[in-house]
């Protein structure tokens, strides 16, 4: 085990995200000491009672003797974190996030900055559909790709801290890239947030099918539903404030998805089989990119809980 | 292990379900012998190679003293192999079938029907996204629900043959369900084909992003995604036919869905976070209600791969 690439961190928000890193960092020896806070009392003693870290009483201690401070909180609650959390840091610490958005996550970050700390959005392409300090496990960021969005025209130590925070993460096992905020918002809209709104939405619908008991729904989802459910059961918070943060890219998406299934509704009432057979083929090529790139090998671990066990579709 | 509970058995196609069938009710001893037909010589050929059963020149020499005919053919196929087979098969033997539409698959085995065979159709509730003789494995329906569209007003011959299919399945794994064949399709559109048609469209839309590359929505598929990929990855011809076959109710259920969709996404246009955090927590509750039924616990084998691995959302 190499030196830790931070001697203390401190994370804010114990749920899913904030609890896995906790564990990771302790796992794999990626920081020297843990503190951790949450706005929650019940969360703060559960996280206490996990063995998380040193769970601070106030956000101020939390952060303040720390090297780098991760915020995880949803993306709505960034900037009155942000605000409250800098200027009770020490000069030179990395200020960090793991926001699903990130044009207004570095905004928010970028709101609270008194030029002492380094400002780093961060964002892991990993997640189970649990929440909850009880949810995270060491493993979660392993081999799952991490974007970082740096912000341009800094210095030297700038850069330094960067290089820092992509050894943190390249310890937890991620694989670490940098990206514009601007292109991860547009990227993770159609990668993430419409098949979240597609699931969310898919569930919701089936539920209000007068014609169809839902006890017959949970029966037999076994048909391709199920999957959707799973989805759709992540944390309806974050969600929100994602949709609420991205709304343009997702509403760009949102309007192509929905022209294409006017497109296929269109075939099947007309009885156009060509049309769903080109449709359907292409959709199956798509897919053998997918596991020809390695994504889909077990080596990304999205949706894979403690046990290392999976959902089914 | 019991008696088989048919003597012989004739599997016609013999792709993911015809192969899995053979693997089944060999491992399990549900039938005494096994005969295949497949319309692809290279199928037939595989199967062969596989020791899947008595692979047959013809359909007719595959069903001629079969006690038991299980059509797994796309439905658009199912009228003409019926009739190309019922009047090879022995008087009292059963034809059933394995597709996933039941209205027209009924319609199909009854235009068939000569007096002298029982009609019975049916459709096991599980599947993965592979296709192919190779992609079949003896347990895929075990613990999954299979349900059976016995026809109305027959005979006591009848009620026995409907006993011995559910024997037969029970023998394979499955858990054995009468319905009415256009309940079945009500309730298969929500839980099945309209997932799946929602899935293939997702992927095609996603590919068609002019302002996102298709290497980056490969590589960050692990946001949600890779599983719709794995979904949309099924026969393109099976869906193809379920599509043009159950035309109404999936139909019926796809303009629900757009109507919630743009209900969500009007909310999102406009900043209503109160409406997205209701409809999220609806669907978190539904997720609870599939896990509580136990249908996600690993009981059920739809998305399960030869290995006992599952794909990852």
Same mark, same amino acid.
């Given at each position: 085990m190499s030196d830790p690439s931070f001697e203390r961190i401190a994370i804010i928000g114990a749920g899913l995200i904030g609890s896995s890193i906790a564990r990771a960092a302790k796992a794999y020896g990626a920081a020297g000491s843990i503190s951790l806070y949450d706005v929650s009392d019940d969360v703060r003693a559960r996280a206490a009672g996990l063995g998380l870290g040193e769970v601070a009483g106030t956000l101020a201690d939390a952060v303040k003797d720390a090297d780098c401070v991760i915020l995880c909180v949803p993306v709505g609650a960034l900037e009155a974190v942000s605000k409250a959390a800098v200027p009770h840091m020490k000069a030179g610490a990395v200020l960090t996030d793991v926001g699903s958005v990130k044009k207004q996550a570095a905004d928010a970050l970028a709101s609270a900055d008194d030029g002492r700390v380094h400002i780093i959005p961060g964002h892991p392409i990993a997640g189970t559909e649990q929440s909850?300090?009880?949810?995270g496990f060491p493993t979660l960021f392993r081999d799952a790709w991490y974007i970082l969005t740096p912000q341009d025209g800094k210095g030297e130590d700038y850069a330094e801290a960067?290089?820092?925070l992509t050894e943190f993460w390249a310890a937890l096992g991620s694989k670490v890239e940098t990206m514009d905020p601007g292109r991860h918002d547009r990227v993770l809209a159609i990668t993430?947030?419409?098949p979240h709104l597609i699931a969310f939405n898919i569930v919701a619908t089936a539920f209000d099918m007068e014609t169809v008991e839902q006890g017959e729904v949970v029966k037999f989802s076994?048909?391709?539903f199920r999957d959707f459910t799973r989805i759709a059961a992540s944390d309806p918070v974050m969600w929100r404030d994602v949709f609420l943060n991205n709304k343009e890219a997702v509403l760009e998406c949102l309007g192509r998805f929905s022209e294409d299934l006017a497109a296929l509704q269109r075939a099947i009432r007309w009885g156009d089989g060509d049309y769903?057979?080109?449709? &359907?083929?292409?959709?199956?090529?798509i897919r053998k990119a997918v596991i020809d790139a390695g994504q889909d090998s077990g080596a990304v671990? &999205?949706?894979?809980?403690?046990?290392?066990?999976?959902?089914a579709p």
């Amino acid at each position: 085990m190499s030196d830790p690439s931070f001697e203390r961190i401190a994370i804010i928000g114990a749920g899913l995200i904030g609890s896995s890193i906790a564990r990771a960092a302790k796992a794999y020896g990626a920081a020297g000491s843990i503190s951790l806070y949450d706005v929650s009392d019940d969360v703060r003693a559960r996280a206490a009672g996990l063995g998380l870290g040193e769970v601070a009483g106030t956000l101020a201690d939390a952060v303040k003797d720390a090297d780098c401070v991760i915020l995880c909180v949803p993306v709505g609650a960034l900037e009155a974190v942000s605000k409250a959390a800098v200027p009770h840091m020490k000069a030179g610490a990395v200020l960090t996030d793991v926001g699903s958005v990130k044009k207004q996550a570095a905004d928010a970050l970028a709101s609270a900055d008194d030029g002492r700390v380094h400002i780093i959005p961060g964002h892991p392409i990993a997640g189970t559909e649990q929440s909850g300090p009880e949810a995270g496990f060491p493993t979660l960021f392993r081999d799952a790709w991490y974007i970082l969005t740096p912000q341009d025209g800094k210095g030297e130590d700038y850069a330094e801290a960067v290089q820092r925070l992509t050894e943190f993460w390249a310890a937890l096992g991620s694989k670490v890239e940098t990206m514009d905020p601007g292109r991860h918002d547009r990227v993770l809209a159609i990668t993430s947030h419409l098949p979240h709104l597609i699931a969310f939405n898919i569930v919701a619908t089936a539920f209000d099918m007068e014609t169809v008991e839902q006890g017959e729904v949970v029966k037999f989802s076994a048909g391709g539903f199920r999957d959707f459910t799973r989805i759709a059961a992540s944390d309806p918070v974050m969600w929100r404030d994602v949709f609420l943060n991205n709304k343009e890219a997702v509403l760009e998406c949102l309007g192509r998805f929905s022209e294409d299934l006017a497109a296929l509704q269109r075939a099947i009432r007309w009885g156009d089989g060509d049309y769903l057979m080109q449709e &359907f083929t292409r959709a199956r090529t798509i897919r053998k990119a997918v596991i020809d790139a390695g994504q889909d090998s077990g080596a990304v671990n &999205f949706g894979r809980n403690q046990n290392g066990t999976k959902g089914a579709p």
